[in-house]
Structures are given as structure tokens and as C-alpha cells.
């Protein structure tokens, strides 16, 4: 009893616990950052473009098919009752039925990015090796096929979709993208560096017909006319009053 007693009043015991509790904190938060990484990361992982046709149940006549070009993102179980009240007019004699969240892309032609579709309904489903995904600066992605690049109205090259190894519209069109993309960047470039630095020694001196330039109001009679700017070719109304600190040390400073 009496060595029991020196082993608590020694404190080991208490050591021991708070290095186990250390460990079970540390070993729950790496745990936690990788479920998060492992449901999270998946979204930026580009996935396989499926290829399918939908048939769509409706009240009477034939059900409506589609085709269906995307990504599927996930899906869930929901019941009968609330598939029915959506509009889509499925038998009641299944409790739940599936359904998947498909990326759809293309929103500049069907309005939207996503839908919901019922699995069951979803056939010939299969993953083309030339169906392409393409990441634009407006209106999110655009999936199909490339079957022909134009250029100045005047077709440079066709593909069969059908044949997988027919990439002649391929690679005229990596080719022409890799072109678009310079430019872009060079246009970046120039608005960040000579543009801005034309632009900026007149942007507090510019005039307009109610604004305080540099803590007075000057009326527009008392300021020059107009002129263009030599580097940037942007018509601006410069201040030259010697009381305008900013205007004149900025004005001075321009080659």
C-alpha cells in the first residue's frame, strides 16, 4: 500500500495520462484533416466523362429520352413519395428509389450546371476516350466532342466522333488554344505593367465636372482641355495647378 501511495504521489501516473490524452487530440485531429482531405480533395480530381442515355418516365406516351453527357459528382436515396411530387410520375410500389448528382456542364445551352437523374432510368451507359471537357473563362464547363475547328469562318479541321483515333481537330485546336492562352497572358501582363504605369500618374489629376482634386474644388473652366496620353492613348484632362502637390510631383515624375 504504502509503494502504491509514492507511485501516485510521484506523479508518474498523471504524466502518463496527459501524454495519453496528447495523443488521442493529436491522433483525432490528423484523423479529422484526413477525412476532409479525402472527401474534400475528390471534387478537384477531374473525373471520367460518362456517356448515357435517360429515359425519363411521364404520364402518358413514351418516356422522354435524352442523352446525357457529364460527371457524376454523388447520389442518394430518396423515397417514392418525394420523387412523385417533383413531377416525375414513378410506380409507388418501391420505398426508395436512387438517384445521382451529374455535372452536366454546358450552361449556356441548358441553363443549369447540374441534375438529379434516377438510376434506374440511366442506360448504355459508357465512358468515350474522345469525349472532352473543356474549362472556359465564361459559363463554366462545356463537354462534347471536338468535330470540326474553324478559324475566320473557314473550317481547318474535322474529326469523326465515332473514331477515337481521328484527333486531327485535336490538335488543331491544342494548337490554337495554346495561342489564345498566350495572348491572354500577354494581355494581363501589359494591363499589370505598362498599361497601370500610364494610367496611374494621371489617375488623381483626371478631371470630371464634380470631383475634389487634392482637398479643393476647382471648376472645369479653370483646368486645360484635354489631351492624349503619349503612352497609353487615353484622353485624360490633367490638373496643373501648383497648389496640387500630388498632381505635380506625379506629373513631373512621368517620362
Known sequence: MTALKKFFAGGTPWIWINAGAVAISII???GLLLLLAYNG???FWPKDLMLAQYS???DSGEPLVREIIGERVGNEQVTAERIISSGIPVTGDRLMYERELVKIGN???NGNDFTW???DYLDNIRFPENLTAFERWEWGNFYGYVREVREAGTAVATSDPANSADTAAWDALTERVARAVSLHEEIAALEKGALAR????WRDCACSSAVWNCGMPIRRKHWPPSRPNARSGIVVTPCFKSS???CTSRLSATP
Open 28 to 30: 483525432m485531429t490528423v
Open 244 to 246: 496640387c502637390r500630388i
Open 117 to 119: 437523374l434516377l438510376t
Open 41 to 43: 480533395l475528390g471534387h
Open 56 to 58: 425519363q418516365p411521364v
Open 198 to 201: 500610364s494610367i496611374t500618374p
Open 107 to 109: 450552361r449556356d445551352l
